[in-house]
């Protein structure tokens, strides 16, 4: 089936700290592959997605490169803000065939940054 | 610039009570669905609908019932209110089922 796996959290860095979150994904077929993010108290955005392989999603610094060859999609940032302490969720969906439209969610990884 | 509006934003029930959590979109989206999120769960899909008059079961649909008799509400029936539906509930929609969610706000329900 398909399935969404990234790093436990909580991750807690001090500012300016370059960040990974590691993501890899269970598919049939060729899902869209997306990072959502979550601020306290609030809903998810969406932070950058990647329709293909090879595609590179980015957004507000942050970056994440569809690897079909390891299923996985990381999430990058080469300079974290305090501003950037939120819950980070990995999905995927799948476009066709049974379960179309259905994102599926990884558990999510909160991130800390401290000044 | 509304989106994805939902209500409440907080409730509390008594075990066995029946509710209605409302969703809300104006970009005439056709994908509609709800999720919640437990902790160290991740969400999980309840319902979806791809468009008026048609819904279907998610992951995780038991206990509760949606309707989709508009393009624009798709609301979620609590019908018999069970501490395990403690939990926080996200609506979401796209534009079909090949296109990103875009989410509300969420409802914080707390049922004792």
């Known amino acids: 089936g398909n399935s969404v796996t990234q790093m436990e959290g909580p991750v807690t860095l001090s500012e300016e700290a370059f960040l990974t979150i590691n993501c890899t994904y269970t598919a049939t077929g060729y899902p869209s592959l997306f990072w959502y993010v979550q601020y306290p108290g609030e809903g998810l955005q969406l932070l950058l997605k990647?329709?293909?392989?090879?595609d590179k999603g980015s957004n507000k610094g942050f970056e994440a490169t569809y690897r079909k060859e390891t299923t996985s999609f990381h999430l990058e940032k080469g300079s974290v803000q305090v501003s950037d302490s939120a819950v980070y969720f990995c999905a995927l969906l799948r476009r066709y065939g049974g379960s179309q439209g259905n994102l599926i969610f990884g558990k999510g990884t909160k991130l800390s940054v401290k000044p | 610039n509304a989106g994805v509006t939902q209500t409440p934003k907080f409730q509390v029930l008594k075990t066995g009570q029946s509710m209605t959590l409302q969703c809300a979109q104006d970009m005439n989206h056709e994908y509609m669905s709800w999720y919640r999120q437990d902790p160290g769960m991740g969400l999980r899909l309840i319902h979806y609908s791809v468009g008026a008059g048609i819904t279907d079961q998610g992951e995780v649909p038991n206990g509760y019932n949606v309707s989709r008799s508009t393009t624009e509400d798709f609301p979620l029936r609590l019908l018999s209110a069970a501490p395990s539906q403690t939990s926080v509930y996200f609506c979401a929609s796209s534009r079909t089922a090949e296109y990103e969610a875009f989410f509300g706000q969420g409802t914080r329900l707390t049922v004792v």
């Open positions: 990647a329709t293909k392989a090879d």
